[in-house]
């Protein structure tokens, strides 16, 4: 110790020596300058110029000044600020800066300031009396009291000394609030206060303004003070409803349903309950309701006595006042919709009730009651025949089908005359003229109208020259009003005197409008067999069907012949030969039958050859002889032959031939298709099915209809060959060969029973091909 204190004098005595001695050399302050230049180019020193270029100073002793201005600011320095006090640039001052920050980590660099931590733990100081003074604080309002930014504040000031210097705790919601355990408690009392003397429900934000408490708060800590009541949501119009209240509500909301077993909605409403419906199912979860438009029954009184006394009343076949059984209150709707849920629910069945007024009628009731108007309907009807009046309405019902009829057939040949006139028209006044050779187009000015404004409209546009005629098309379709024979004040008068009795004549009309259709019904079907019971009538019926049977074949036949000219030759006269054998002694038959009762000759057997037609026409009046054996002899001549000889029988009995209506072929044709598939679905011989399915086939690609037996599949197989894919005919050759295979074979012989089992195996396919195979597939094969 005492050698280094001797060292210690020594060194003061020559540092002493050394500041008496006289400098022998002086350098002038060119000489500095120049030696400070040549310094700094050959980069042997550096320093830093002021702002003046007087004085210069090394990085090293700037950064110390800067440390210097650090302290002496008491830990917070502006980068602006300690620039002008050492006047130096700025540049320098924060390039130093950065440096100094990044060097030591106690010092940090903040929008051009530098704080260190003494400076930090100030404002910590300060963070921490201010919350304990308020209670709550935020970083929005620290970074407005301290100009630093929030996010410095947060991560180095208030989240690194919490709970050091900072007493308090971070909001769990929202991490930018800070507040102490004291406030918390502060604020849970006064909430817990505030609730305990709410007694009605109370809007949330009226408590907050009164205890002065953030809504946000109030919500975070509801749950930790469990209050007896409850907050509705934690929207802005929340309200707060006390447990007394709500059990001040539950109670009479108990009360009246245990002595009116239902619950009005409005009643409820006026509670404070918005939704009755779900504060219903919630305050009674183990009962069912039945939840109408404006109450709400339990489902005890509507099983106990509703549908109770509905059974009773339906078994009994009499009738009930729903009005006595159910409560008082309950209006006339209530009631009626009771009755439309229970009939829904199907506790009974609707059919057995009617609901007229709040009074259920069972079904026996009422057919015993309107049961004296079956003999009014007889009378009527009658009354219709012998009157004459349903003769004529009948005779005005034929008139205006014909006359609708009739007219269609016009309006058509008219619009086929009308485009063929326009078409003219056209054609001629494409070029000269008066407008000079030139081509000339008008526009149509046609509104699109409808009902007899359309047709006025048509005919105008149509005719411009000629007049045009008195209106034609479905507006002018002549109507005939329907005959009502039973009427509803007849049925009123039988049935008011045994309603008396009950004191239900008010709803007389009611009923009795329930029946007048029925019973109206009823009375044209027993005239029209009184009608039909006459001589005359049957004649004329015999007539007109036999006249519908014979056009409709008529038809079949022509549809046929466009399907058989498809095939060669000699095949089409087969076919021609198979089509009149079949159809056209259909035909003959109906005709020969029908003149042999005009001539009142007895035929015995209604299948006749070809010998005992023409017996018959021998028999007959000379009017019909010669027709008749023509149409004999045309059977074994062409198709348009035996038409003609048709023809002319049909003349001969009066009867008429249906204009030919090439329109509705494809739907005849569509018909005839689906009734093939139907036959299909249906069939389970095979043989018949593989003849089924090769017409479906024809008609799908022909587009045409074809009569032919079963020795013609192979032919009509061979015709559609070309239509299908290999696979698909195949499938249909091979189900050929395995039906001729059974038809030769014997049925008990072995191969007889495989070809059956291959068929069966087969049998979806085919029925798959037939079905499904349609005019699309074709183009595709082709």
């Not at 303004?209 to 919500?219: A, S, T």
């Not at 002694?585 to 009762?597: C, G, K, T």
């Not at 038409?643 to 009867?655: D, F, G, P, Q, R």
Request: charged share 25%.
């Amino acid at each position: 110790m005492g050698n280094d204190w001797d060292e210690i004098k020594r060194l003061a005595a020559d540092f002493q020596k050394a500041q008496l001695t006289s400098t022998l050399q002086k350098l002038s302050e060119r000489n500095c300058v120049e030696i400070v230049t040549l310094l700094l180019e050959k980069q042997l020193l550096e320093v830093v110029f002021t702002n003046d270029g007087k004085e210069y100073i090394t990085p090293d002793h700037l950064e110390r000044e800067i440390l210097d201005e650090l302290y002496v600011n008491g830990g917070r320095a502006n980068l602006v600020e300690v620039s002008k006090t050492l006047n130096v640039d700025l540049s320098r001052i924060v390039g130093l800066a950065e440096r100094i920050a990044a060097e030591n980590p106690s010092v940090h660099l903040v929008l051009g300031q530098l704080i260190d931590e003494d400076y930090i733990a100030h404002i910590a100081q300060e963070i921490n009396e201010k919350l304990a003074l308020r209670g709550e604080i935020s970083i929005s309002e620290l970074a407005s009291q301290f100009d630093l930014p929030s996010d410095f504040l947060q991560q180095d000031v208030v989240e690194k000394h919490l709970g050091r210097i900072i007493k308090g705790r971070q909001d769990a919601t929202n991490p930018r609030v800070f507040f102490t355990q004291a406030y918390i408690q502060r604020c849970k009392a006064k909430i817990r206060g505030a609730l305990a003397a709410i007694t009605r429900p109370t809007n949330v934000a009226v408590i907050l303004q009164q205890i002065g408490v953030q809504e946000k708060i109030f919500h975070s800590l509801l749950d930790e003070i469990s209050p007896a009541g409850q907050v509705t949501s934690k929207l802005a119009n929340a309200q707060y409803v006390p447990q007394i209240y709500a059990k001040t509500q539950a109670d009479w909301v108990n009360s009246f349903y245990k002595q009116n077993s239902f619950l009005e909605y409005e009643a409820i409403h006026k509670l404070g309950i918005s939704d009755a419906k779900s504060y219903i199912r919630k305050q009674f979860p183990s009962e069912e309701f039945l939840f109408l438009k404006r109450v709400a029954l339990g489902a005890r009184l509507v099983e106990l006595t509703v549908v109770t006394a509905l059974n009773e009343c339906s078994a009994t076949k009499q009738y009930l006042d729903l009005s006595t059984i159910l409560p008082s209150n309950l209006s006339e709707e209530d009631i009626e919709e009771v009755f439309g849920a229970i009939m829904a629910q199907k506790h009974s069945n609707p059919s057995n009730f009617v609901y007229l007024g709040s009074i259920v009628f069972s079904q026996p009731y009422l057919t015993q009651l309107v049961q004296p108007c079956q003999a009014l309907a007889e009378s009527q009807a009658k009354t219709a025949i012998e009157s004459g009046v349903y003769q004529q309405h009948i005779v005005e019902k034929t008139l205006a089908q014909k006359g609708n009829a009739s007219a269609q057939d016009l309006e058509d040949d008219g619009k086929v005359d009308k485009r063929d006139e326009r078409r003219k028209k056209a054609a001629s006044g494409k070029a000269g003229g008066g407008a000079q050779g030139r081509e000339t187009k008008t526009k149509s000015t046609k509104k699109h109208q409808r009902g007899r404004a359309a047709a006025a409209a048509q005919n105008d546009s149509d005719d411009e020259d000629d007049a045009a005629p008195a209106g034609g098309g479905a507006g002018n379709k002549k109507t005939v009003k329907p005959l009502s024979l039973v009427k509803t004040g007849d049925i009123e008068k039988l049935i008011t005197a045994s309603l008396e009795e009950e004191g239900l004549e008010h709803l007389a009309k009611s009923i009795a409008a329930l029946y007048t259709n029925q019973f109206n019904q009823a009375a044209l079907a027993r005239a029209q067999e009184l009608f039909e019971a006459t001589p005359q009538t049957n004649r004329r019926q015999t007539h007109a069907a036999i006249q519908d049977r014979i056009n409709t074949l008529l038809i079949d036949i022509r549809l046929y012949e466009k399907g058989l000219k498809l095939f060669p030759q000699d095949t089409q006269s087969q076919l021609v030969k198979y089509l009149l054998k079949s159809l056209g002694n259909e035909i003959s038959n109906e005709l020969s039958l029908y003149v042999a009762s005009e001539c009142n000759l007895t035929v015995k057997n209604t299948n006749l050859n070809v010998d005992q037609r023409n017996k018959l026409a021998q028999e007959c009046d000379a009017q019909y002889r010669s027709a008749l054996l023509e149409q004999n002899k045309a059977l074994n001549r062409t198709i348009d032959d035996f038409e003609l000889a048709t023809e002319a029988v049909l003349k001969t009995c009066s009867m008429i031939i249906k204009k030919v209506d090439k329109k509705k072929d494809r739907l005849l044709i569509a018909d005839h298709k689906k009734k093939l598939q139907e036959q299909l679905l249906e069939c389970q011989e095979p043989a018949l099915m593989l003849h089924l399915a090769a017409l479906i086939l024809f008609t799908t690609i022909s587009g045409c209809i074809l009569h032919a037996s079963g020795k013609f599949v192979s032919a009509i197989l061979q015709h559609i060959r070309g239509s299908l894919n290999e696979s698909q005919n195949a499938l249909l050759l091979r189900y050929h060969d395995l039906v001729l295979q059974v038809l030769q074979a014997s049925p008990d012989s072995s191969d007889s029973k495989i070809a059956h089992e291959q068929l069966q195996i087969m049998q979806k396919e085919v029925i798959d091909l037939a079905q499904n195979f349609t005019r699309a597939s074709v183009s595709k094969a082709d």
